[in-house]
C-alpha cells in the first residue's frame, strides 16, 4: 500500500475555519501530489512537492496551501474553509515502476465536510 | 486543451458478460497512461500503465490496451467482485502529473 497515511480521516469543520490535512509516508519518496474527488470533476491535483521545501500548484490550487519540512509529511492547509471545498482529499506518492517509468499510489482519503 | 474522457459514465454487467471500457486522450506527447481501480471510500489502486501504442498488460480477467488516440480495458467474464469505479489518466510531456478522466462505474450483477 506504499506506506501512506493520511489524517484526520473524516472532519466536519465550519465556513471561515482553517484546516490542516496531514499525509504521512514511511518509504522515502521524493514526489508527493494532493488531489482533490468531487462528483462530475473526478480527480483534480491541488499542489505538489518534489523534495522538502519544494513545493509546486496543481490545477486547483487557489484557498489551499501545502507544505513539507520533512521528506515523510506534506501538509494541506485551508486557511479559511469555504463550503467548495467539501470535498474528498487524497495523498499520492510517485514510485518507479520495475520497467521504468513511475507511477503514483494513493493513501486511503480524506473526507471533508464545510458547514 | 489536454482532455482525458472516460466512456460510458456507467455499465451494468451481468456475471460472465464481457465488456471494455474506453478512455480517449488529447495530448500531445504522451508519457504514459494510467489504470485504477476505486472501490467506495478507498483510495484509487494502480492497475496498469501503458507507454506504447500496441501495448498490451493483463492482470486477471482485466487487459488494457492503447492505440494513439484512446485505450481499452477489456473486462472478461466478469463477476461481482470485479464492481468498482475504473480510473483512466495520463502523464504528458515532461511532468509526472496525472490528468484524470471521469470514471466509468462498473456493477456486475450475479
Known amino acids: 500500500d506504499a506506506g501512506i497515511t493520511q489524517s484526520p480521516r473524516h472532519k466536519v469543520t465550519e465556513t471561515g475555519t482553517p484546516v490542516t490535512l496531514r499525509c504521512h509516508q514511511t518509504?522515502?519518496?521524493?514526489?508527493m501530489y494532493w488531489y482533490r474527488q468531487d462528483p462530475g470533476h473526478g480527480l483534480r491535483l491541488i499542489h505538489y512537492s518534489y523534495g522538502v521545501k519544494d513545493t509546486d500548484k496543481g490545477e486547483v490550487s487557489d484557498g489551499y496551501s501545502v507544505s513539507r519540512s520533512k521528506t515523510e509529511d506534506f501538509l494541506l492547509t485551508l486557511e479559511s474553509a469555504t463550503s467548495s471545498q467539501t470535498s474528498v482529499y487524497f495523498c499520492?506518492?510517485?514510485?518507479?515502476?520495475?520497467?521504468?517509468?513511475?507511477?503514483?499510489?494513493f493513501g486511503p482519503g480524506t473526507r471533508l465536510l464545510v458547514l | 486543451e489536454d482532455q482525458v474522457t472516460q466512456s460510458p459514465e456507467a455499465l451494468r454487467l451481468q456475471e460472465g458478460e464481457s465488456s471494455s471500457l474506453n478512455c480517449s486522450y488529447t495530448?500531445?506527447?504522451?508519457?504514459?497512461l494510467f489504470w485504477y481501480r476505486q472501490d467506495p471510500g478507498k483510495g484509487p489502486e494502480f492497475l496498469f500503465t501503458?507507454?506504447?501504442a500496441g501495448e498490451e498488460k493483463e492482470k486477471e480477467r482485466l487487459k488494457a490496451t492503447l492505440t494513439k488516440k484512446e485505450s481499452f480495458l477489456h473486462i472478461t467474464a466478469p463477476k461481482p467482485e470485479d464492481s468498482a469505479t475504473y480510473l483512466c489518466?495520463?502523464?504528458?510531456?515532461?511532468?509526472?502529473?496525472?490528468?484524470f478522466g471521469g470514471g466509468t462505474r462498473l456493477m456486475v450483477k450475479p
Open positions: 499520492a506518492i510517485s514510485e518507479p515502476l520495475t520497467r521504468g517509468g513511475e507511477t503514483q499510489y
Open positions: 495530448v500531445s506527447g504522451l508519457r504514459g
Open positions: 501503458l507507454y506504447s
Open positions: 489518466a495520463v502523464t504528458f510531456n515532461a511532468g509526472n502529473m496525472l490528468t
Open positions: 518509504e522515502n519518496h521524493r514526489y
